[in-house]
């Protein structure tokens, strides 16, 4: 039996009208720092959970929903996936989760109709199994990403595997079974899949699909219980950050300040990296993207005194209000997004626009800039730089 695909259902069954993937991303949670708590094995049952989600009053305005198009449980064909209206779910934890041991049906989620290369559809599960895995890219805290090859064209694979750190750190404290560990790691990954489905920028890596079966680490794209495939792309570092020509730097902050705006203002509320530096992104065709979304929250930092709102140990002017720091997410990613990219790509400006950029830098680490300004701001510095050169 399937826990990863059991506890997706159980929500649809409270919810009535549920979300699957979405519903994960709040089942697993959105901050490292709960990470160890959801180890544990939640208690409660139905009844219990159903009258929590009652009470509950904080919602999430979901855009470009995808739902599941039929209830059917004990099934040997995947469920597929398809798009429907805008509609509420509630923000979950593990206390509404219910008794995992008290569930018994499982369900396959995958999306549907055809995919090819040359459409914007997304790859199935069958259509993934036909993927050749060719090299290893990467191996993080929570999932391992592959190189692979489907009908001529390269992709990205990721899956969770016993080799990352999530898996080994948690069976090694003996928190759990390794089977918990398993399926707990899984989670993230579905959160990632479905925040993949809602969320679409420019600068938001694009998924190219997905498998959802279970909580299995076969290592075999046939069976691997979940699956994510994206595009490819090559990782942004330092190195490549100060080769980059200084029109390529300028596309790259202009992409960043629109990625920061667009977080601000995202469908589902305003989203914070939880984990942001430099390897979260990669460069697909000269273009910077998001491509680990395992980490985004939607969560505002509890706390007791404005000196818990504090960013990289400095006053953001925020203050605790009602036991959070209203609007740390996006001064947080602002503030962040400066120190491990914009700072790197406004290194030795031409003279034309290095007042600019000094100003711009300053006025960020000091963090008086809206995300709307940033744009502004950066708007204004690609012009002069062009206007420069049309005069030389």
């Known amino acids: 039996m399937s826990q990863l695909s059991v506890v997706c259902k159980r929500f649809l069954g409270l ?31 139905r009844g219990k959970s ?15 929903r995808h739902r599941i198009s039929r209830h059917v449980w004990n099934v040997t064909k995947p469920v597929t996936i398809q798009p429907a209206q805008p509609t509420y779910v509630p923000v979950l934890n593990e206390n509404d989760i219910g008794n995992l041991s008290s569930l018994e049906t499982y369900i396959e989620f995958e999306p ?35 190189l692979g090859r489907i009908r001529g064209e390269d992709v990205c694979v990721k899956m969770v595997t016993s080799a990352v750190t999530d898996i080994r750190s948690c069976i090694h404290r003996q928190l759990s079974s390794e089977k918990k560990c398993n399926m707990l790691a899984n989670y993230k990954l579905v959160k990632e899949i479905g925040l993949l489905l809602q969320l679409k920028h420019h600068s938001i890596i694009k998924m190219r699909g997905f498998c959802i079966r279970s ?11 979940v699956v994510s495939v994206t595009e490819l792309g090559n990782k942004v570092t330092p190195y490549r950050l100060k080769e980059m020509s200084w ?23 305003s989203l914070r990296i939880a984990d942001f530096k430099q390897s979260q992104f990669i460069f697909v065709d000269g273009r910077i993207k998001l491509a680990d979304l ?9 706390c007791r005194t404005d000196r818990d709102c504090y960013i990289l140990d400095e006053p953001a002017k925020i203050h605790c209000t ?5 609007g740390i997410n996006t001064k947080a990613n602002m503030l962040l997004a400066t120190v491990e990219l914009l700072q790197h790509l406004f290194t030795q400006p031409p003279s034309s626009v290095s007042d600019l950029t000094r100003r711009l830098i300053h006025e960020l680490n000091e963090k008086k800039l809206t995300t709307e300004q940033l744009k502004r701001k950066v708007k204004q510095i690609v012009g002069i730089w062009q206007k420069s050169r049309s005069n030389l």
Not at 50 to 64: A, P, V, Y
Not at 259 to 264: A, R, V
């Open 15 to 45: 919810l009535v009208v549920a979300e699957v993937v979405i519903l994960c991303i709040q089942i697993i949670g959105v901050d490292d720092d709960e990470h160890d708590s959801r180890l544990r094995d939640v208690k409660g049952n």
């Open 50 to 64: 159903f009258k929590k989600l009652q009470r509950m009053n904080h919602f999430i305005n979901i855009s470009d």
């Open 112 to 146: 549907g109709g055809g995919w090819s290369n040359d459409n914007n559809s997304y790859m199935s599960c069958q259509d993934i199994s036909q993927i050749s895995l060719i090299d290893v890219l990467g191996r993080g805290t929570t999932k391992e990403s592959f």
């Open 215 to 225: 909580e299995a680490m076969t290592g075999k794209l046939a069976d691997h219980g």
């Open 247 to 269: 029109q390529s730097r300028l596309q790259a902050a202009v992409d960043i300040a629109s990625l920061m705006d667009y977080l601000h203002r995202s469908p589902l509320g």
């Open 294 to 302: 395992d980490d985004l929250t939607i969560e505002e930092r509890p």
């Open 322 to 326: 009602k036991g959070v720091c209203s």
